[in-house]
């Protein structure tokens, strides 16, 4: 088959762009990529070798925008359109995949215009605009969150698998803010650092470029042996030496830690869209496997209690959560279209 895959503008959804394309690839089929020149896509898949071919087309979000900016905006997706449209045609692709974002719009949306079957991946929990309006006129819809044919195991980096164990001790925690950071989480790494280092639990945290400074001086002035990174790239290594998680709910991170057994306390981001980091979140805490708390400031001693329990139980469910290799499970399901 020959497949295009669309979307992105954030690593969550580009992320999953690359799995699925990975996996389409190893069963032998022909992809391309259609993205925007906004976000995050150019920097992902500018200098690919996985893809054909890869298109960036000028467009940015609708959402958020009001007189003519979003007329603007309209205008450059009717345009990213019908430059989808010849791109489709110039390919002879077979299906178009969708993993949202707003840089699907134009070829999902030219997708339907020229009934090519569209297929659509939903990272999170609440379904996005885009995906729910393209939802009726999709020939598959995937998530990890639904029940039935429409459910797939997420697709995760197979390391996560490999390097899976069960936690039945505390010794290493991890703070996970996300690719930017956190600095409610910083704050609360810091504030809970020395009960933790008095406990002998050793402290791995991802605070973010814009806080690593801080947060290293912090940790040095209270005399900590803290593991501190900006960002780094080795996020699965210390995922897997680390026993307990205080993090962000974004779809990718749950379901990493997920994969690799990793029990969490979720203070889901306050301002994201749909609130879908909450209700991510409360789909692992509704088969008790972890931890939600909002943002607020009685919130240590609940952090505190979470890693004074036996984590044990829900280290070993977390491995029942998720199966390995959901990438290629979804590209088989779009084999029997």
């Known amino acids: 088959m020959n497949i295009i895959f669309t979307g992105g503008g954030t690593g969550g959804h580009l992320v999953i762009a690359l799995s699925l394309a ?37 467009t940015t979000g609708v959402v958020n925008k009001s007189g003519f900016s979003k007329l603007d905006a309209l205008w450059k997706i009717f345009k ?41 991946h939903e990272q999170n929990a609440v379904t996005g605009k885009l995906n729910r309006l393209l939802r009726p006129y999709a020939k598959g819809f995937y998530s990890s969150y639904e029940k039935g044919d429409n459910h797939c195991d997420y697709p995760v980096n197979p390391l996560y698998f490999q390097k899976a164990r069960i ?37 791995i945290h991802q605070c973010g470029l814009k806080e690593e400074e801080r947060v290293k001086l912090a940790y040095k002035e209270m005399g900590i042996n803290a593991e501190v990174y900006g960002f780094t790239t080795d996020i ?67 952090l505190k209690e979470a890693i004074m329990s036996d984590i044990g139980e829900k280290s070993e469910a977390l491995g029942k959560l998720i199966a390995p290799d959901g990438a290629a499970h979804i590209i088989e399901k779009i084999e029997k279209r």
């Open 80 to 120: 990213a359109v019908m430059t989808s449209k010849e791109l489709i045609r110039d390919f002879h692709a077979d299906v178009v995949v969708s993993v949202g974002g707003f840089s699907a719009a134009p070829a999902a949306l030219a997708a339907v215009i020229t009934k090519i079957p569209l297929y659509i």
């Open 167 to 203: 936690r039945d001790s505390i010794k290493t925690v991890i703070f996970l803010g996300g690719s930017q950071g956190a600095k409610f989480i910083n704050d609360l790494a810091l504030e809970i650092a020395p009960w933790l280092d008095h406990g002998g639990i050793y402290i």
């Open 22 to 58: 990975e996996a389409a690839r190893d069963r032998g089929h022909r992809v391309w990529f259609i993205g925007s020149t906004s976000g995050q896509d150019k920097q992902w898949f500018a200098e690919s070798t996985l893809f054909e071919k890869t298109y960036f087309l000028e």
């Open 236 to 302: 699965v290594e210390l995922i897997s030496r680390s026993d307990f998680a205080i993090s962000r709910s974004g779809a990718s991170t749950l379901w990493e830690l997920c994969a690799a057994q990793v029990p969490a306390f979720f203070i889901p981001y306050p301002n994201a869209a749909g609130d879908h980091q909450y209700h991510n979140a409360r789909y692992v805490i509704e088969h008790g496997m972890g931890w939600c708390e909002r943002q607020n400031k009685t919130i240590l001693q609940k």
